[in-house]
């Protein structure tokens, strides 16, 4: 299975994921002309793209998809909060916890996510080689562990430190951030309880324009990880 960044940031958000049989998409966040572009004009060689939630950075270019006859597949709050019954819908069991589901050779487990959306989720892909990818962008934390994932695609949004000297950003916008983004201590804090044995790629996704440090989260990342897992940040993109 391989993971592509298509483009990774506030300005759109979209990856690729193939298992040499199947094409599926993670999020449609830039403008339909691009993502047909980034995709070398092969949309309906997807089998799908799976949606975390409605902000448009991540979901601008859904109903483009669908009328190219590619399914979209989003949380029952995300349809809801893109107004929009043509999504699919993430399905449930009764107890509120998803259920797996199949997009071409893939099967799909999503899971749930913390950031200021109505249901946000991410996602744990299966291919047909058995490779998994554990997707969780847009979030403040994770409580998942994913074994056995091969890569990890995971939010690295900003440094604490970095946002308090970003004093020309709004308060309200860096209250934002607090409250529904990935700080790069509390991923390194989560990755050193994982077993990372599996882990190949370690992917850092939407790191914020204003608040990161590409170089300096890497190297922090790598400081966390075992040395056998290629760590690296998507490029934004788009
Ligand atoms: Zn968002």
Request: aromatic share 8%.
């Amino acid at each position: 299975m391989t993971f592509t960044s298509l483009a990774s940031s506030s300005a759109g958000n979209a990856y690729l994921v193939e298992d040499g049989e199947s094409r599926l998409l993670i999020e449609c966040g830039l403008p339909f002309r691009r993502l047909r572009k980034l995709l070398g004009f092969d949309v309906t060689g997807l089998r799908g793209c799976l949606i975390t939630h409605e902000h448009k950075d991540h979901a601008r270019s859904f109903l483009e998809l669908i009328r190219s006859g590619v399914p979209v597949w989003a949380s029952e709050g995300t349809a809801e909060a893109l107004e929009s019954e043509l999504p699919e819908i993430l399905p449930v069991r009764e107890d509120g916890d998803y259920l797996p589901f199949r997009v071409g050779t893939f099967s799909v487990l999503p899971f749930r996510t913390w950031h200021d959306a109505k249901e946000p989720v991410g996602y744990l892909v299966r291919g047909t080689d058995g490779d998994k990818l554990a997707f969780a962008t847009d979030t403040v934390n994770l409580e998942y562990r994913f074994p056995g994932a091969g890569i990890l695609a995971v939010e690295c949004n900003y440094a604490a430190d970095i946002l308090v000297r970003s004093t020309r950003l709004p308060e309200k916008v860096r209250e934002r951030i607090t409250n529904s983004h990935m700080e790069i201590s509390t991923l390194c804090g989560y990755l050193q309880g994982l077993d990372l044995s599996a882990c190949r790629e370690l992917w850092l996704l939407h790191l914020s324009d204003a608040c990161s440090d590409e170089g300096r989260f890497i190297r922090a990342v790598r400081g966390c990880v075992p040395g056998h897992v290629a760590v690296r940040a998507c490029p934004k993109g788009g």
